[in-house]
């Protein structure tokens, strides 16, 4: 039996790969700051109860493998991830402390989900009226 989340009316298991990157895609990810930014993305996505599956920071741009709870939109935690760590990294890297015009990353996002065998949901999609006839819950 394979494992699910799980939330007061919901069994769940939605994951997400997503992919941003720096403002100007500038090639700025490395040393000191690629540390940092793995353990602030890290503990943002913990606030939201979003578990980091995968990461991987290239200097241009950052990969993420989340499973993302369907009582969040993806726009919503990526729009809080981005948004948090860009200040963080502004005040614990760069040493600015104003609180608005701290961009770092580029106003986009790449998402594709990371689901299920989608030949075999397409398969039990187009069967489940046969079987839901074969099993008497279904009438003509």
Same mark, same amino acid.
């Given at each position: 039996?394979?494992?699910? &989340?799980?939330?007061? *009316?919901? @069994? =769940? &298991? $939605?994951?997400? *790969?997503?992919?941003?990157? #720096? ?11 690629? /540390?940092?930014?793995? @353990?602030? %993305?890290?503990?943002? $996505?913990?606030?939201?109860?979003? &578990?980091?599956?995968?990461? *991987?920071?290239? #200097?241009?741009?950052?990969?993420? $493998?989340?499973?993302?709870? #369907? ?14 760590? /860009?200040?963080?990294? *502004? ?8 609180? !608005?015009?701290?961009?770092? =990353? /580029? #106003?986009?996002?790449?998402?594709? !989900? /990371? ?11 187009? &069967?489940?009226?046969? =079987? ?5 819950? %279904?009438?003509?």
């Amino acid at each position: 039996m394979e494992k699910f &989340e799980s939330l007061s *009316h919901v @069994r =769940w &298991e $939605c994951k997400c *790969h997503v992919v941003f990157i #720096p403002k100007y895609r500038r090639k700025v990810i490395y040393g000191k700051l690629r /540390a940092a930014i793995g @353990r602030i %993305l890290r503990d943002l $996505c913990e606030q939201r109860g979003v &578990e980091v599956l995968e990461g *991987h920071a290239m #200097p241009d741009h950052i990969h993420l $493998c989340l499973k993302i709870p #369907p009582k969040y939109a993806v726009s919503y935690i990526m729009g809080f991830v981005k948004g948090k760590s /860009a200040v963080g990294v *502004h005040r614990e890297l760069l040493n600015e402390r104003r609180m !608005t015009g701290l961009h770092f =990353w /580029a #106003p986009g996002y790449w998402v594709s !989900t /990371a689901g299920r065998d989608e030949a075999s949901v397409r398969r039990y999609i187009r &069967e489940q009226e046969n =079987w839901d006839k074969g099993q008497g819950q %279904l009438f003509d």
